[in-house]
C-alpha cells in the first residue's frame, strides 16, 4: 500500500505563503524513515538535514504553495484546498502511483476531487504516520528558506527570525515600516495596520514633489522602474537634473535620512541615474546630475528634509 502523506505549514503566519507538503515513501521502515517525527519538535539543523534526505531518499515529493495574495483573494479554507490540489498535481506528474492519502488534522482538504474517498484525516498524523512526518519537514524547510530569503528583500522585517508569525518584534516592525506585500492583508491584525509599504511610499513621494514643485522644481519623472533599477523622483531645476531617494517612517527615532543612505544604497541611487541618462542624452548634455535624499516621517506624512548629497 503506497500512502500519499500530505500536511500543511504557515497557516497562522501574518506573512508569507501556505505551503502544503506531499510525500511517499519507497519504505517507511527503512533505517532513515525511524528519525521523521512532527517537524515541529525537531531543531531547524535537524529538519534541514531530513528534507535534503526525503528529497534524495522518497519515491516522490510535492509542494502546494499559496501565496499570501491568493489567500486573501480566496480565503484560508480554500486556499488549503487550492493548496492540496497543487501537491496532488506535482505527485501525479512525477507519476508514482498511491492508494491512500492521509491528512494531518481533521479536514479532507480533498473533499469534493476525484480522490476524496481515498482520504484519511487524522489527529496528530505527522507524529504518527511517516509519510506525513515528512510531508511536515519538507514543507516547514521550504516555507523557511522562503521566508529567510525574502528578509534580503524587505531588510527590516526580520522574516528570517520568525517567519511571518505574529512577534512582537514583527509588530514593532510594521508600525515602523508599514506592510509589504507579502503581508496577508485579510488578516485582522495586518488589516488593524491598514496601509501597504507602496501605499506609504506613494504618499512619501507625492508630498516631496509637491515641496519641489513648491521651490520650482520641474518634475519629469515619479517611481520611475526598470527590471534594473527604480528611482522615485526626477526633477529639473535650473540646470541640474535631480534624482531624489524617498525614505518614508512612521517615526524618526532612527535618525536623520542621511543614516539611511548607505554606501551600497548610494551606488545603487548612482547607477540608476547613470542608466537613466544614458538613454536620456538631450538631458546628460544640457543638465548636471546630482543624487538627493528625502525623509517623509508621521502619519500626517511631514517632510523633514530635502537635500543634494553633492552639495
Not at 508599514?178 to 501605499?199: C, D, M, V, W, Y
Amino acid at each position: 500500500m503506497a500512502i500519499l502523506g500530505i500536511d500543511e505549514v504557515g497557516r497562522g503566519p501574518w506573512a508569507g505563503p501556505l505551503v502544503l507538503g506531499g510525500v511517499i515513501l519507497t519504505d517507511a521502515t527503512a533505517d532513515w524513515c525511524q528519525d521523521l517525527t512532527d517537524s515541529k519538535k525537531l531543531t531547524a539543523k535537524k529538519r534541514e538535514e531530513l528534507a535534503k534526505i526525503i528529497h534524495k531518499n522518497a519515491a516522490a515529493v510535492s509542494l502546494g504553495w499559496v501565496s499570501s495574495a491568493e489567500l486573501d483573494k480566496i480565503g484560508m479554507s480554500e486556499s488549503l484546498k487550492l493548496a492540496a490540489r497543487r501537491v496532488v498535481y506535482g505527485i501525479k506528474e512525477q507519476k508514482i502511483p498511491f492508494n491512500e492519502v492521509v491528512i494531518d488534522g481533521t479536514v479532507n482538504f480533498l473533499a469534493g476531487t476525484p480522490l476524496e474517498n481515498y482520504v484519511t484525516v487524522l489527529k496528530k498524523a505527522d507524529f504518527l504516520i511517516k509519510e506525513v512526518s515528512a510531508a511536515s519537514i519538507v514543507a516547514k524547510v521550504a516555507r523557511d528558506s522562503y521566508m529567510t530569503a525574502l528578509s534580503q528583500k524587505y531588510q527590516n522585517y526580520g522574516f528570517e527570525k520568525h517567519v511571518g508569525y505574529g512577534t512582537a518584534a514583527h509588530k514593532k516592525a510594521i508600525e515602523a515600516f508599514g506592510l509589504t506585500p507579502e503581508h496577508r492583508n485579510s488578516f485582522k491584525p495586518i488589516q488593524a495596520q491598514g496601509i501597504t509599504t507602496k501605499q506609504l511610499g506613494d504618499r512619501g513621494e507625492t508630498v516631496v514633489s509637491d515641496y519641489l514643485k513648491n521651490n520650482g522644481h520641474q518634475i519629469i519623472a515619479r517611481n520611475h522602474r526598470t527590471p534594473f533599477y527604480e528611482i522615485d523622483i526626477i526633477s529639473i531645476k535650473d540646470q541640474t537634473i535631480y534624482f531624489t531617494e524617498v525614505k518614508y517612517r512612521k517615526n524618526t527615532y532612527r535618525g536623520g535620512p542621511l543614516e539611511m543612505i548607505t554606501k551600497e544604497k548610494l551606488s545603487q541611487m548612482t547607477f540608476a541615474a547613470e542608466s537613466f541618462l544614458n538613454f536620456q542624452p538631450r538631458l546628460r548634455e544640457r543638465f548636471s546630475p546630482l543624487l538627493a535624499v528625502a525623509s517623509v516621517s508621521g502619519t500626517n506624512f511631514h517632510l523633514d528634509d530635502w537635500f543634494s548629497l553633492s552639495e
